[in-house]
T-cell receptor
Framework: AQKITQTQPGMFVQEKEAVTLDCTYD???????LFWYKQPSSGEMIFLIY??????QNATEGRYSLNFQKARKSANLVISASQLGDSAMYFC???????????FGKGTTLSVSS | SQTIHQWPATLVQPVGSPLSLECTVE??????LYWYRQAAGRGLQLLFY??????ISSEVPQNLSASRPQDRQFILSSKKLLLSDSGFYLC???????????????FGPGTRLTVL
């Protein structure tokens, strides 16, 4: 069975600092995708970044980067230069070979202070 | 660019009443469409997905049903709501780009449903 584990219920960081949100996954599919979403208090689920299982390089999207370690089955999100607007819940998710349901972790609440 | 709409944004309904939530997508053709539910403080659970008009797959047996009467319209319904149906309902769309595990799903703003 596929599973996403996010072990950090809450993280605190100051503005302009970098922060890493942890995510480990479990799957037997040879091909899969890993995603990070941001959910602010408004509730909308905002797509941040994607990493394919066969991608050789770590994905980057602006201030977001994904530290993909396939052997360790980890896909940590790194946010550089945190901003107050980054305060939100962050979900790691996986899409398996069947390609329908995103499997979500329980999320990590990030709080950025000035 | 593509946009996804959901309405209503919030809904308070009595137990036993019917439900209809609507989702529409603009700017794309033949998208895959999804209904997810998020319980308070939890991740999302897929309820239904659709790869085309009239084609609905159910992931979790429950009190809800879905329909896709048009290419870019997805409707979530119930004949009689239960207390356990309360939650945040999110619609999403994706377009197959080829290759498994690669289809990014983009979510709408959601509907917050409270059943009393």
């Amino acid at each position: 069975a596929q599973k996403i584990t996010q072990t950090q219920p809450g993280m605190f960081v100051q503005e302009k600092e970098a922060v890493t949100l942890d995510c480990t996954y479990d799957t037997s599919d040879p091909s899969y995708g890993l995603f990070w979403y941001k959910q602010p208090s408004s509730g909308e689920m905002i797509f941040l970044i994607y990493q394919g299982s066969y991608d050789q390089q770590n994905a980057t999207e602006g201030r977001y980067s994904l530290n993909f370690q396939k052997a360790r089955k980890s896909a940590n999100l790194v946010i550089s230069a945190s901003q107050l607007g980054d305060s939100a819940m962050y979900f790691c998710a996986m899409l398996g070979q069947a390609g329908t349901a995103l499997i979500f972790g329980k999320g990590t609440t990030l709080s950025v202070s000035s | 660019s593509q946009t996804i709409h959901q309405w209503p944004a919030t809904l308070v309904q009595p137990v036993g009443s019917p439900l209809s939530l609507e989702c529409t997508v603009e700017g794309t053709s033949n998208p895959n469409l999804y209904w997810y539910r998020q319980a308070a403080g939890r991740g999302l659970q897929l309820l239904f997905y659709s790869v085309g008009i009239g084609q609905i797959s159910s992931e979790v047996p429950q009190n809800l049903s879905a329909s896709r009467p048009q290419d870019r319209q997805f409707i979530l319904s119930s004949k009689k709501l239960l207390l356990s149906d309360s939650g945040f309902y999110l619609c999403a769309w994706s377009v197959i780009r080829g290759g498994t595990g690669t289809d990014t799903q983009y979510f709408g703003p959601g509907t917050r449903l409270t059943v009393l």
